[in-house]
């Protein structure tokens, strides 16, 4: 089968989150099943320099957005079993930042109409165009709006998967027509407004033939009238061609017993050895001193979504009780701010890095006890996936793939449970999570049987690329 994947970012040239993660990963099973995968996103300045040098020019072509005339100049790479092609223009894509700009709406119309001209200018006939997010959700409208007479379409099938629906790509009425040259019928009538604007990812779901989301009990909250992202009306009108498929991680970038980031490989009959070695590396590393426990990681973003409110407060009380705690990630102002205040605070014991790190995100992964995730929303998750393959127990609050993906502790579990979970989205939820996390650390036979069960969880990709070729095979009948 053939399958052409558009997004904004995939590993390993560009990553802003979880997204570039599933990109590639799902590819690289689907190739490895057999199938002919395709990648395409836009050539940003800030893609890996190590990798620029394995791609070439094959051509150019101009893009018409009303009156404006751009050109796409196309460059082709392999890694691995995929073949990327990038869509380069500096105007829209050599900047600094990936996403952030005020002119974000014509940047992606303008990667959008480059995907529809892509696929015939390197005659690649898809039986699946596979979209992802707010970002390429246009890409079946104007495909089925314009080019299904075309031989290259004429029997392809579109998904759209919604890995963040807090972003819709809400644009001004006039982009129907003025970027994306459709008819602003397609406006009027309904079919691409949303709360009194165009929005992209309304518009990919009406058009698309299936609708996916990154885990089960994350599709059924986007249903819902309370956690529905004000999506719900929409979706139930798609409910039968609307599918979760929990999210997976790349079993050969993040395993402890291979991993030449952390400073002591280990497996899960190595872990009291290695979590020893991995943990003094890291508080050394910050210069942080340990007073007894637990060690608290965080990788994220730090936005409202993730709960960091609830870190920031709880996280004061653990580093109260003696705890360590370790943060890393950047994100709105506030809390870059009140991190710094909490580490002046507490020199000895709490480390903050402002940015992204793969070395350290590793690190951490590798060094702490347990892992926070108290999120308000989280359509699944990657961080919770990657804590559990370390033995970095994982405290979430129970919601969408968090909750389908973490057993918590609860007293009478501990042959199942692999992780810590708590329910309410509050201080004292997290509050909660950290006093059962502390009673756990206490009792060190439970510890390192909880961390026993998380790391023999299967989280990888083979059993999710199996419903995402399901799903491809009853559209296609391949």
Same mark, same amino acid.
């Given at each position: 089968m053939k399958i052409a994947m558009f997004a904004s970012e995939s590993n390993p040239l560009v990553k802003t989150g979880g997204l570039a993660d599933v990109i590639f990963s799902l590819s690289e099973e689907l190739a490895e099943k057999g199938n002919e995968?395709?990648?395409?996103?836009?050539?940003?300045?800030?893609?890996?320099?190590?990798?620029?040098?394995?791609? @070439?020019?094959?051509?150019?072509?101009?893009?018409?957005?009303? +009156?404006r005339r751009q050109i796409a100049n196309i460059y082709r790479g392999k890694i691995g079993k995929?073949?990327?092609?990038?869509?380069?223009?500096?105007?829209?894509?050599?900047?600094?930042?990936?996403?952030?700009?005020?002119?974000?709406?014509e940047r992606f119309a303008f990667f959008d109409l480059s995907c529809r001209a892509l696929l015939p200018f390197i005659s690649f006939k898809a039986d699946i165009i596979h979209v992802h997010d707010h970002q390429a959700a246009m890409i079946p409208v104007l495909i089925k709006e314009k080019d299904m007479a075309n031989p290259i379409y004429r029997d392809a099938k579109f998904v759209l998967t919604i890995h963040n629906p807090a972003f819709k790509g809400l644009l001004?009425?006039?982009?129907?027509?003025?970027?994306?040259g459709l008819d602003d019928s397609l406006y009027d009538s309904g079919k691409l407004r949303f709360e009194g604007a165009f929005s992209t990812l309304k518009s990919g779901i009406i058009y698309a033939d299936k609708i996916t989301t990154v885990s089960p009990s994350h599709r059924n909250e986007l249903l819902e009238s309370d956690s529905g992202h004000g999506l719900q009306d929409i979706l139930r009108l798609r409910e039968m061609d609307f599918a979760g498929f929990l999210n997976g991680i790349d079993y050969d970038e993040w395993n402890p017993a291979t991993d030449k980031k952390i400073a002591k490989t280990y497996t899960a009959e190595t872990i009291r050895e290695g979590r020893k070695a991995n943990q003094e590396a890291l508080l050394k590393k910050l210069g942080i001193v340990f007073k007894g426990g637990p060690?608290?990681?965080?990788? @994220?973003?730090?936005? +409202?979504?993730?709960?960091?409110?609830?870190?920031?407060? @709880?996280?004061?009380?653990?580093?109260?009780?003696?705890?360590?705690?370790?943060?890393?990630?950047?994100?709105?102002?506030?809390?870059e701010a009140a991190f710094e205040d909490l580490r002046r605070e507490f020199p000895d014991t709490c480390a903050i890095y402002i940015g992204y790190s793969d070395?350290?995100?590793?690190?951490?992964?590798?060094?702490?006890?347990?892992?926070?995730?108290? @999120?308000?929303?989280?359509?699944?998750?990657?961080?919770?996936?990657i804590s559990k393959r370390y033995g970095c127990l994982p405290i979430v609050r129970y919601t969408g793939g968090l909750k389908d993906t973490v057993n918590g502790y609860n007293y009478d579990n501990e042959d199942t449970a692999d992780g810590v979970g708590f329910i309410n989205y509050d201080e004292q939820g997290l509050d909660y999570g950290i006093e059962?996390?502390?009673?756990?650390?206490?009792?060190?036979?439970?510890?390192?049987?909880?961390?026993?069960n998380a790391m023999a969880a299967d989280h990888s990709w083979k059993a999710t690329s199996e419903l995402y070729l399901g799903m491809y095979r009853e559209l296609t009948g391949k």
């Amino acid at each position: 089968m053939k399958i052409a994947m558009f997004a904004s970012e995939s590993n390993p040239l560009v990553k802003t989150g979880g997204l570039a993660d599933v990109i590639f990963s799902l590819s690289e099973e689907l190739a490895e099943k057999g199938n002919e995968v395709v990648i395409a996103l836009p050539y940003y300045k800030t893609i890996k320099p190590e990798y620029k040098k394995s791609f @070439s020019k094959i051509g150019s072509f101009t893009v018409s957005m009303s +009156w404006r005339r751009q050109i796409a100049n196309i460059y082709r790479g392999k890694i691995g079993k995929i073949t990327f092609y990038l869509i380069g223009n500096d105007f829209y894509f050599g900047r600094d930042r990936v996403y952030g700009y005020n002119d974000d709406g014509e940047r992606f119309a303008f990667f959008d109409l480059s995907c529809r001209a892509l696929l015939p200018f390197i005659s690649f006939k898809a039986d699946i165009i596979h979209v992802h997010d707010h970002q390429a959700a246009m890409i079946p409208v104007l495909i089925k709006e314009k080019d299904m007479a075309n031989p290259i379409y004429r029997d392809a099938k579109f998904v759209l998967t919604i890995h963040n629906p807090a972003f819709k790509g809400l644009l001004d009425r006039f982009f129907v027509s003025d970027y994306f040259g459709l008819d602003d019928s397609l406006y009027d009538s309904g079919k691409l407004r949303f709360e009194g604007a165009f929005s992209t990812l309304k518009s990919g779901i009406i058009y698309a033939d299936k609708i996916t989301t990154v885990s089960p009990s994350h599709r059924n909250e986007l249903l819902e009238s309370d956690s529905g992202h004000g999506l719900q009306d929409i979706l139930r009108l798609r409910e039968m061609d609307f599918a979760g498929f929990l999210n997976g991680i790349d079993y050969d970038e993040w395993n402890p017993a291979t991993d030449k980031k952390i400073a002591k490989t280990y497996t899960a009959e190595t872990i009291r050895e290695g979590r020893k070695a991995n943990q003094e590396a890291l508080l050394k590393k910050l210069g942080i001193v340990f007073k007894g426990g637990p060690v608290y990681g965080l990788v @994220s973003r730090l936005t +409202w979504q993730k709960g960091i409110d609830l870190v920031l407060r @709880s996280g004061r009380k653990a580093l109260e009780r003696g705890a360590n705690l370790i943060i890393l990630g950047s994100g709105e102002y506030k809390y870059e701010a009140a991190f710094e205040d909490l580490r002046r605070e507490f020199p000895d014991t709490c480390a903050i890095y402002i940015g992204y790190s793969d070395l350290l995100a590793h690190e951490i992964y590798a060094g702490c006890d347990f892992f926070l995730m108290p @999120s308000l929303f989280e359509p699944c998750g990657i961080s919770q996936l990657i804590s559990k393959r370390y033995g970095c127990l994982p405290i979430v609050r129970y919601t969408g793939g968090l909750k389908d993906t973490v057993n918590g502790y609860n007293y009478d579990n501990e042959d199942t449970a692999d992780g810590v979970g708590f329910i309410n989205y509050d201080e004292q939820g997290l509050d909660y999570g950290i006093e059962v996390s502390r009673n756990i650390y206490a009792n060190e036979e439970l510890y390192y049987k909880i961390i026993a069960n998380a790391m023999a969880a299967d989280h990888s990709w083979k059993a999710t690329s199996e419903l995402y070729l399901g799903m491809y095979r009853e559209l296609t009948g391949k």
